[in-house]
Structure formats: structure tokens, C-alpha cells
């Protein structure tokens, strides 16, 4: 569809022109973007529901950019994988991620300290030696593995199956977790979850939204998680944002809960500010 897109400039209409350029031009800073320090990731606090405490983070991409201020990941990932820039940004985030998980071993007190999360897309997964890298990364920093979960989502799984599974396979066996993003949004990933071994099932936002006065929402994350839980996964629901959505959720019995309830994702430094003011 993207191919025949391109020979179609006679049905573009002036906005969409625009959203071309400003597209175009994106594409262009973009490159420079990493070699001027403009990318950051900030990190999003998951909490455990039972004890309240913080135990991992979701580390999310954010672009500085000179003139147009914050861009959006939905917006600038997406290009960045059009301009196979996506390896380059993904790699550096994950290192980013993985010093922050470093710096927060090194503080931690308790021995159930805590692991990061880093999102993947598709493309990233495609055409790249990640496994490997990755783990060997982490060796050179000296930061186990364990510590650190992999996002992926359903439409990963939808890709070349072996060559996916060996990737997957590979971060696994290194002691890495899995955790299977925007759950429930996609195509029916109960086979996949057979499949692949995932270790988290991550409740999408959409689910979590209309809790307090939907009771089909309701069903669907009781369902998600009574699944979850006799296939041995864990659930995290994301977006949550009251009090009662959170209440709703532990009494359907999710385990972790991230969202503006406790905390918009944020600089690093201000994480573990955060984290010292608990
Ligand atoms: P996602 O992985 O589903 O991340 C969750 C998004 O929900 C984040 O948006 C987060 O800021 C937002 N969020 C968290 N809590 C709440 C809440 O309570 N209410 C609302 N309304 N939103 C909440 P963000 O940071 O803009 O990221 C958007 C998407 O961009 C991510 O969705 C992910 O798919 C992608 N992304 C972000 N960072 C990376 C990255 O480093 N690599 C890749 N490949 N994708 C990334
Ligand atoms: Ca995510
Ligand atoms: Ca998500
Ligand atoms: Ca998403």
C-alpha cells in the first residue's frame, strides 16, 4: 500500500501535502538528532499493587527538537524506521535504559530491586544482530540481565516466525524477560502465546480507560489476567489514572499498574528523585 502511495501525488489534498513536508522535514533533523544530544529517554515508574512500590520503570524515548519542541515516539519512531535510523536510536536507548537499571541497582536497598523495560518495534527486530549486542552489552556493563525487559507487541510475533523465535530465544536464555505490549488491541496472540515464551502480559490503555463505568472492560482485563495467570504470566496495566481504576484492577487481580496515577514518564535523574521522596 505504501508503494502505491507514492505514485498517488494526484489525490493528495493540500493538508495531507503538508503532513508530507513536515514529514520530510523531520526525516531530515532526525539524522542529526543523535549526534546532538537531542533524543532522551525518561522513565515511567510500575508499581507493584499489593505493596505499592515502585519496582520497574518503562523507559520511553523523548525528542528534544530546536524548533518544534517535544515530537511524539508515535510520531518520530515510525519515520526513523521508514529512514533505518531505527536500529541506531534503538540501541542507543536501550544503553541509555540499561545505565539507568545500573544507577538504580547501585541505590537500591532492598534484594527485590527492580527491573527497566525497553520497547521494541517490529522493524527494529527485523534486520538486526539485537540478541547479540544486547547481551553483550549488558556483560560489558556488568548489569545482569535479568534486569531488564524486553517490550515487544503482537505484530513482532507476526513476522518471520524462526527468525523471530531465535532472536527472542537468544534475549531469553541470556536471563532477559519478555513482555508482550498493547495486549488485546491486535489480532488474537493466544496462539502466539503458546509459541513464545512471554513472561508479562501489559493490559493496553484502551482497556484500562472506561473501567469504573464499563463492565465489559471490566470482564475483558478479569479476563486477561485469570488467562495470564494459568499460563504463568504476569500482568502490568497500563495507563491508569484514578484511584478506582487502580482499586478495579486489584480486585481482578492485576500484579503491576503504571500510569499518571502515580507518575507521567520522566527524566532520569528526576526518576530517582522521585524514587528517594517515597
Ligand atoms: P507504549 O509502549 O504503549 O507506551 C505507553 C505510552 O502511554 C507512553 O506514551 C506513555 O507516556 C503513555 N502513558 C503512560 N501512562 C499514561 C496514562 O496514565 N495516561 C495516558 N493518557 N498515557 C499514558 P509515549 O511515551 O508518547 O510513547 C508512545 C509510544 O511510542 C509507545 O507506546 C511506544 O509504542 C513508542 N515508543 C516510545 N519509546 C520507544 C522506544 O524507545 N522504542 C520504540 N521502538 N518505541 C517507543
Ligand atoms: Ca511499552
Ligand atoms: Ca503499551
Ligand atoms: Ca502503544
Same mark, same amino acid.
Given at each position: 500500500?505504501? %508503494?502505491? =502511495? ?25 539524522? %542529526?538528532?543523535?549526534? /546532538? ?19 520497574? *520503570?518503562?523507559?520511553?524515548?523523548? #525528542? ?21 535510523? +531505527?536500529?541506531? +536510536?534503538?540501541? #542507543?536507548?536501550?544503553?541509555?535504559? *540499561? ?34 549486542? #544486547? ?5 560489558? +556493563? ?8 524486553? %517490550?515487544?507487541?503482537?505484530? $513482532?510475533?507476526? =513476522? ?13 536464555? *541470556?536471563? @532477559? ?12 496472540? @493466544?496462539?502466539?502465546? /503458546? ?15 472506561? $473501567? ?14 485469570? @488467562? ?10 497500563? =495507563? ?12 481482578? =487481580? ?15 535523574? %528526576? ?8
Amino acid at each position: 500500500a505504501k %508503494e502505491r =502511495g507514492r505514485n498517488c501525488f494526484s489525490f493528495f489534498t493540500p493538508a495531507m501535502q503538508k503532513q508530507v513536508q513536515q514529514r520530510l522535514s523531520l526525516a531530515n533533523d532526525l539524522r %542529526e538528532a543523535m549526534s /546532538k544530544d537531542q533524543l532522551q529517554i525518561h522513565l515511567q515508574p510500575i508499581v507493584d499493587i499489593v505493596s505499592g512500590q515502585v519496582v520497574k *520503570a518503562e523507559a520511553l524515548v523523548r #525528542w528534544k527538537h530546536p524548533k518544534h519542541g517535544m515530537v511524539s515516539p508515535d510520531k518520530f519512531i515510525p519515520i526513523a524506521e521508514e529512514m533505518g535510523l +531505527i536500529h541506531e +536510536i534503538g540501541d #542507543w536507548v536501550f544503553r541509555q535504559a *540499561a545505565e539507568a537499571m545500573s544507577l538504580w541497582l547501585a541505590k537500591a536497598t532492598g534484594n527485590d530491586c527492580c527491573q527497566i523495560s525497553v520497547n521494541i518495534s517490529a522493524r527494529q527486530f527485523m534486520h538486526s544482530d539485537i540478541g547479540n549486542s #544486547w547481551v553483550d552489552y549488558l556483560s560489558a +556493563i556488568h548489569l545482569p540481565p535479568s534486569h531488564v525487559v524486553i %517490550e515487544i507487541t503482537e505484530s $513482532l510475533l507476526l =513476522g518471520d516466525e524462526a527468525d523471530v523465535m531465535v532472536k527472542l530465544q537468544r534475549l531469553r536464555e *541470556a536471563g @532477559m524477560q519478555l513482555a508482550l505490549d498493547d495486549f488485546g488491541t491486535g489480532y488474537s496472540a @493466544m496462539s502466539y502465546l /503458546k509459541k513464545f515464551n512471554i513472561d508479562y502480559l501489559k493490559i493496553d490503555r484502551s482497556f484500562v480507560r472506561d $473501567l469504573e463505568s464499563d463492565p465489559n472492560d471490566r470482564a475483558i482485563a478479569e479476563a486477561i489476567v485469570v @488467562m495470564a495467570h494459568r499460563l504463568g504470566l504476569r500482568t502490568i496495566a497500563e =495507563g491508569v489514572e484514578t484511584e478506582h481504576q487502580k482499586d478495579i484492577l486489584a480486585q481482578v =487481580g492485576c500484579d503491576y499498574v503504571q500510569g499518571y496515577l502515580y507518575a507521567k514518564p520522566m527524566p532520569v535523574e %528526576e526518576f530517582f528523585a522521585f524514587l528517594e521522596a517515597k
